[in-house]
């Protein structure tokens, strides 16, 4: 309804700083990311309102990684074309792959052949939906809020499991990590890599209140992923995925919180994790855990050394939770059901690992469980210069 607009910033602008240094264990590698995506601007009163944002900070030695760096559950190999190894050439091409940085230690046991082995412990994070309104007179729900926990507030006082009713303001803590697990397989043909996570999907408030809100369930994801070096430089790149609540992991459906999804059946209309004294979440309260799965692929084409066409599709689908029976259109406009996107880039480097420009044009298409849909469509164009 915007009809286009134009925009220009350097937020991906980004700092990368890494060091070597031998020691009698093996070499010790320490890397820091910084980008400058933190805080939309520029506005009229400064000459712009971003400010620097922590993307990966990690160190490693030997088969140990600690830090923050991509998931173990993340296949970067299989997304589109990278420059200088970063795997995203446009804005929207993260929103058709299985993507995230998080806290986490690893290790890696290189098996030989190609074939290695990792898992990890990462940091958790649960992810749900609650009724914001409800009509008493008719039990239906009218209106939802998405709120998330992880350790925000950790080392503090105990927070609410419900944190403030947005998803940008969480609060709560969770018992034990993410468990994430990685098989991969490196040819020269390409690579093969199956990933999967098992994550506690849970909801503490403070124990002082007493009020029997705690919910607990179990959450996984699979991800079947890799790519494919077809002739000369060219390379074809995909896959797919299911995740059962645990949508922290998922490409698009960490946007809308479906993961727990509490919903009211009349006796306890608001049915959300809360400090009030006043009563207990749990009365009343059916808990659902969200599915979704969804598919990507992408293929680079290089015409020279420094004129390449990449085409990047991706679908997402999220299945109708059990509960929501009772949610007026107004609440399940809340809710996924399918989104997709396509690509197309065209990328030049007059000079090669130093000066690398895209041209993209990107088509998305959503649509909610209520039946609203719509589209949008844009032109970018993005230069990067290394140093």
Known sequence: SLNGGFQI?????????????????????TYVEYDFDLIQGPTASTSNANEARLRQAYGTLGPWLIGQAWSNFADLSSWGDGDNGDPAIDAGVPATTVNGRVPQVRYTFLAGGGLSLAGSIEMPVTYWTVPGSFNTITGQVTSVTHQYSNDLNFGSAV?????????????????????????NWAQPWGALSLHGVLQQLEIRNDPAISVNNNIDKFGYGVYLAGHLNTWGKDRLGGGIDFFHGAVNYSPFFSNTAQGLILSGNGTNGACTATS????????GCSVSVADNFGVYANYEHFFTDAV????????????????????????????????????????????PGLLSMTLMYGHWYREMWSGAKGDADAIKAQAKFFW
């Open 159 to 183: 927070p609410n499991g419900a944190g403030s009713g947005s998803i940008t303001n969480g609060g709560g803590i969770q018992s034990i990590p993410a468990f994430v697990g990685a098989v």
């Open 308 to 351: 390449a066409l990449d085409v990047d599709g991706g679908y997402e689908y999220g299945f109708k939770p059990d509960n929501v029976g009772n949610w007026t259109s107004g609440a399940l406009v809340a809710l996924e059901k399918r989104a997709w996107t396509g690509h197309v880039n065209l990328i030049w480097r007059p000079v």
């Open 276 to 283: 009030s004294t006043s009563g207990g979440a749990l009365n």
């Open 9 to 29: 910033d350097a937020k991906p602008t980004r700092m990368m700083f890494s060091t070597s240094t031998p020691t009698g264990f093996g070499e010790l590698k």
